[in-house]
């Protein structure tokens, strides 16, 4: 159901990735595994936020973080080679913000960066710096803006990974 409903998202089929995300949440809720329930708020947030849905976005993404643990979860980053929870901490931050809790969101970005900082795939580092720039971007911060994004290229380059340098 993950993998089918990133694939729905990534084409923009925001009504049949919304639609997973519910089957995702539902099935993780009956497992009551808290990573799959991470995933599945991450998930759920993920298609919200592209529908312009924020404030339903955000409280998905808030209960991710609240089940969030990055010592417990970090065997999910060296087996999918990504952390649901940096993710909800990275989209917390951007709905918080358009929803005008600018400090929350920084907090947001600031944690994300740590914990990525913490995990055994740089490639989540990338994820964090990249998904941080918009905050401080929008809050007209130019030197950490950069300073986050050149970070971002730095490590994206070393990776050899085109998607997330263009990101």
């Given at each position: 159901l993950r993998g089918l409903w990133n694939n729905h998202l990534m084409r923009v089929e925001l009504t049949a990735a919304k639609d997973l995300a519910v089957q995702l949440r539902a099935a993780a809720e009956e497992s009551g595994d808290s990573e799959r329930r991470l995933v599945a708020e991450r998930a759920a947030g993920s298609g919200l936020m592209a529908l312009g849905e924020h404030r339903e976005a955000n409280a998905c993404f808030q209960r991710g973080i609240a089940l969030y643990d990055p010592d417990r979860h970090r065997h999910y980053v060296r087996r999918y080679g990504e952390d649901p929870g940096i993710w909800c901490?990275?989209?917390a931050?951007?709905?918080d913000d358009w929803l005008g809790h600018r400090d929350r969101a920084?907090?947001?970005t600031r944690r994300a960066i740590e914990i990525a900082r913490t995990l055994p795939t740089p490639f989540t580092l990338v994820i964090a710096l990249a998904n941080t720039t918009p905050v401080y971007q929008c809050r007209r911060e130019i030197e950490l803006t950069?300073?986050?994004a050149e970070e971002a290229i730095?490590?994206?380059d070393r990776?050899?990974?085109v998607q997330l340098r263009a990101w």
């Open positions: 901490y990275a989209y931050a951007w709905t920084l907090d947001e950069l300073a986050c730095r490590i994206a990776l050899g990974m």
